[in-house]
């Protein structure tokens, strides 16, 4: 049994996209969570969506590797600014 090649680009271009987004961001914090679930949904639909379009900018295999980490950059932009929208929590 292998595995296929999605279960292991995936997975591998969602965190190097994450690690590129946190270190542009210069740091870590509470939402790395929701910013790698936010990077994995990216790839995936910026794969579907460039495969479904006919987008061939940089393939590697089965998968549009440029298209998804748009996507995944995409989706890490807007979970930080919409945790950037939240309450604001003031200490005296």
Do not use: K
Request: no cysteine; glycine share 10%.
């Amino acid at each position: 049994m292998t595995l296929g090649p999605w279960l292991v680009w995936v997975p591998l271009l969602a965190l190097i996209n994450l690690l590129v987004f946190l270190a542009i961001r210069g740091r870590w914090g509470r939402s790395a969570l929701a910013l790698a679930v936010a990077a994995v949904i990216g790839v995936v639909i910026g794969d579907q969506v460039a495969s479904r379009t006919g987008l061939e900018v940089l393939r590697i295999g089965d998968m549009h590797v440029v298209a998804a980490s748009v996507m995944a950059q995409v989706f890490m932009l807007a979970v930080s600014l919409l945790g950037a929208l939240g309450p604001i929590q003031i200490e005296e």
